[in-house]
């Protein structure tokens, strides 16, 4: 993936690869699937990465269920652009999750000719340099990683920081409050973590209302809603319609 520096996504949670292929289908820069709060396996996000592949201009970023190199490595051998790690706490966290990106002598990821080499087809330069493509994105979602935003920021490998919002605002007792001044003020070290390293900073809204109030606080890239609430919205918006004029 390219710089994610004004780039707009959007989340993919439900266990039908038409679904990532239809997100992909708009003019989103990616798509996210997600593994960690989802019933997914390994050969659906393989579909849905195919689904997003069908549409050239839009990347793949799949989230890893947590940060472990095990799980890591089965999802990377699909081929994602992008994995985006949760609950990242320390600089060494950080690391580890880079690590389990690379190959050795850089990393500890293990070798295999799977999706992510063209199955074989192109595995020695896959092994040699075209790993290094994957962006490796970490999220903050806590008090911890907050206080240590600045040196995850700056370990190498490290592509992009992403805030869980409501992980984050849990961590700090103000559940789902946005504009509460913990919750603000945690925004900002994280952003401004971000700003001294040069590695961009984003977060997810589900609605309208939340994008715009996240988005407003400064963040540099944005996922933009997901599979699940853009449904239920739709079908609220339809039943309020239908019921007017019944």
Known sequence: MDDLHGTVGTWVSLADPSVAE??????FDF?????????????????????IDADNDTAGV?????????RIKRLLDLGPDGLLVPMVESAAEARGAVGATR???EGDRGVAAARAADYGRNFESYVREDHRDVSVIVQIE??????????????????ALFVGPADLSASLGVFAEWTDPAFLGAIETVIDAGESAGVPVGTLGTTPEQIQAL????????????????????????????????
């Open 22 to 27: 239809i997100a992909a289908g708009e003019a």
């Open 31 to 51: 798509v996210v699937v997600d593994t960690e709060h989802t019933p997914l396996g390994l050969e659906t996000v393989a579909d849905c990465l195919r689904g």
């Open 62 to 70: 799949v989230r890893t269920p947590w940060n472990d190199p095990v």
């Open 103 to 105: 190959y050795p002598p």
């Open 142 to 159: 806590s008090e911890t990683a907050v206080d240590n935003a600045a040196d995850i920021a700056a370990v190498d490998g490290v592509d």
């Open 215 to 246: 988005g407003s606080l400064g963040f540099d890239y944005m996922v933009a809603g997901a599979d699940f609430t853009h449904l239920v919205e739709g079908q609220k918006r339809s039943l309020e319609a239908a019921e007017d004029v019944l």
